[in-house]
């Protein structure tokens, strides 16, 4: 496939793996999308302690899908390598042959699934509910997990890019961190005061949802989050850039007034409303979240100098500067997944 094809297909390919990988029942210790170490043929490749490899390839297409095709793509998988499963996903429509099969030689055919992403985004956010659940985490909207799954589709065509392997405790701990992060950004809105019914919080989730995939003509994947990134910058670096100017001004040193102290507090606050408020495009996710925690001990910083308490300025200015650093050295890796 090439073009928007090609690039469809790679969307359901990283979405089928999600869907899987978010499966109560799904034994899986690593999982990598197009291994570097498989055949050319195995799309997703799933890694088991036992040493036990499951491997699935995934066919898209806008065409009918028949038996003839279906029979060639299950041989040659199986051909390909040797493993403990073979997987052939298939999406889009199906002749009623290929629909009724559950397997060719030693190749599994799932049921097909429907050429639609919303779709397919919505059963992962489906499954992701129920991990939330088994986890006992706090329960988050279904707009909400939509975010987290377009999230994640952005962070496993990172791994894609070179084959690498996900573990499974790093794939949770990703999914409980930003959770985690999102229901304590979602309870700062509560305590500042405005309604998750009104348009503060709800605003920013669905501007979120809109960071997808898109069959329109001429416009790619890479041409909407390139958008939003550079949205996303033009709001936040203003407001960063003063907070950082107030910083210079303190550590080189001299008398402040209490006024002075006081527009320094109120300009590192300004900046954690603004993190608080702005979309942030799924592929920004990781560089704001360290960006906002960088906002926060900024604005402790400032609260104690304003109160004279030298000692909890420095401490919470080193804590501000390196969640700084962190930021700009996940921001420099989400563009490069956009060079």
Same mark, same amino acid.
């Given at each position: 496939?090439?073009?928007?094809?090609?690039?469809?297909?790679?969307?359901?390919?990283?979405v089928v793996?999600?869907?899987?990988?978010?499966e109560?029942?799904?034994?899986?210790?690593?999982?990598?999308?197009?291994?570097?170490?498989?055949s050319e043929?195995?799309?997703?490749?799933?890694?088991?302690?036992?040493?036990?490899?499951?491997?699935?390839?995934?066919?898209?297409?806008?065409?009918?899908?028949n038996?003839?095709i279906?029979?060639?793509?299950?041989?040659?998988?199986?051909?390909?390598?040797?493993?403990?499963?073979?997987?052939?996903?298939?999406?889009?429509?199906?002749?009623?042959e290929? #629909?009724?099969?559950?397997?060719l030689?030693?190749?599994?055919?799932?049921?097909?699934?429907? *050429?639609?992403?919303?779709?397919?985004?919505?059963?992962?956010?489906?499954?992701?509910?129920?991990y939330?659940?088994?986890?006992?985490?706090?329960?988050?909207?279904? *707009?909400?997990r939509?975010?987290?799954?377009?999230? *994640?589709?952005?962070?496993?065509?990172?791994?894609?890019?070179?084959?690498?392997?996900?573990?499974r405790?790093?794939?949770?701990?990703?999914?409980?961190?930003?959770?985690?992060?999102?229901?304590? #950004? $979602?309870?700062?809105?509560i305590?500042?005061?405005s309604?998750?019914?009104?348009?503060?919080?709800?605003d920013?989730?669905?501007?979120?949802?809109?960071?997808?995939?898109?069959?329109?003509?001429?416009?790619?994947q890479?041409?909407?989050?390139?958008?939003?990134?550079?949205?996303?910058?033009?709001?936040?670096?203003?407001?960063?850039?003063?907070?950082?100017?107030?910083?210079?001004?303190?550590?080189?040193?001299?008398?402040?007034?209490?006024?002075?102290?006081?527009?320094?507090?109120?300009?590192?606050?300004?900046?954690?409303?603004?993190?608080?408020?702005?979309?942030?495009?799924?592929?920004?996710?990781?560089?704001?979240?360290?960006?906002?925690?960088?906002?926060?001990?900024?604005r $402790?910083?400032?609260?104690?100098?304003?109160?004279?308490?030298?000692?909890?300025?420095?401490e919470?200015?080193?804590?501000?500067?390196?969640?700084t650093?962190?930021?700009?050295?996940?921001?420099?890796?989400?563009?490069?997944?956009?060079?």
């Amino acid at each position: 496939m090439s073009g928007n094809s090609g690039m469809r297909g790679y969307l359901f390919q990283t979405v089928v793996s999600l869907l899987s990988a978010l499966e109560d029942n799904e034994k899986w210790d690593y999982l990598a999308l197009e291994p570097t170490s498989e055949s050319e043929k195995v799309d997703i490749a799933w890694y088991s302690s036992d040493n036990t490899i499951k491997v699935s390839q995934v066919k898209s297409s806008q065409n009918q899908i028949n038996l003839p095709i279906v029979r060639t793509w299950a041989k040659e998988l199986e051909d390909s390598l040797r493993a403990s499963q073979y997987e052939l996903i298939l999406i889009g429509p199906c002749s009623k042959e290929v #629909a009724s099969l559950e397997k060719l030689g030693s190749v599994i055919i799932p049921i097909p699934k429907s *050429l639609d992403v919303d779709s397919l985004i919505e059963q992962a956010a489906h499954r992701l509910d129920r991990y939330i659940e088994a986890r006992g985490l706090p329960r988050v909207s279904a *707009l909400t997990r939509e975010i987290i799954i377009n999230a *994640l589709i952005t962070k496993l065509e990172n791994y894609s890019t070179f084959g690498s392997k996900i573990s499974r405790r790093d794939f949770c701990n990703l999914l409980d961190e930003w959770i985690t992060t999102i229901i304590r #950004a $979602r309870n700062d809105v509560i305590k500042n005061g405005s309604s998750l019914s009104g348009m503060k919080f709800d605003d920013w989730v669905n501007a979120l949802i809109k960071v997808r995939f898109t069959n329109r003509e001429n416009i790619t994947q890479k041409d909407i989050l390139t958008q939003n990134l550079v949205e996303w910058i033009n709001q936040v670096q203003p407001a960063m850039k003063i907070t950082q100017s107030a910083t210079h001004r303190v550590t080189q040193g001299g008398s402040l007034s209490k006024e002075e102290r006081w527009q320094f507090y109120s300009d590192a606050k300004k900046l954690e409303e603004i993190l608080d408020d702005v979309i942030v495009p799924p592929i920004a996710l990781d560089s704001h979240f360290a960006l906002r925690e960088s906002a926060r001990h900024y604005r $402790r910083a400032f609260s104690y100098l304003y109160n004279s308490n030298c000692d909890g300025f420095t401490e919470e200015l080193e804590l501000a500067t390196a969640k700084t650093k962190e930021s700009i050295q996940l921001f420099e890796k989400a563009k490069k997944h956009l060079a």
